[in-house]
């Protein structure tokens, strides 16, 4: 008889039951590397530690996500570039606007404004690309970012200042 434990009856119309498994069966275990292992003659944990990468290879991998994060880095700078230089007074209005509504800066300045869109993290350059910076809930979603990052906003329009 199989143990009950990871078993919970459920009852159904009349005296009939449906039986319900909640918790993985064979302790999560792959099957796969169950029988692979056992067909190399070792324990399914030592098949798991062979399978791990070495510390060379983990290195390699740290390394290469790092040169795919400053190519990314890269590519959305470029592409703020772009979308500043080319921006129409939509861009520059709505930034003011949340600045202003937001109580960061009461009467913000061109340059606070593009402080501001270099600040924006990627997602929202995303959705201002996909759905125009004019779009409602990107707004919202520029209020929302200015809000949650208030010191940050206000440090960096504080440097903007001073230089």
């Known amino acids: 008889m199989t143990d009950q434990s990871n078993f919970i009856a459920v009852p159904a119309s009349g005296e009939t039951h449906h039986v319900m498994i909640l918790a993985p ?26 399978l791990e990468p070495s510390a060379e290879e ?19 700078d470029a592409l703020r570039q772009v979308l500043w230089d080319t921006k129409d007074d939509d861009l520059e209005g709505i930034l003011n606007d949340v600045l202003s509504v937001s109580g960061v800066r009461e009467k913000p300045m061109p340059k606070h404004c593009k402080a501001l869109f270099w600040l924006l993290p990627k997602h929202l350059i995303g959705l201002g690309v996909a759905w ?32």
């Open 25 to 50: 069966t064979r302790r999560g275990k792959s099957t796969l590397l169950q029988l692979e292992a056992a067909r190399l003659g070792i324990s399914y944990e030592e098949l798991l530690k062979r």
């Open 58 to 76: 983990k290195e390699r991998a740290r390394v290469r996500e790092e040169e795919a994060e400053l190519r990314e880095g890269a590519r959305l």
């Open 132 to 163: 125009d910076f004019s779009d409602t809930e990107v707004r919202e979603d520029i209020y929302q970012f200015v809000q949650e990052n208030r010191a940050s906003v206000e440090a960096r329009l504080a440097e903007v200042d001073a230089a």
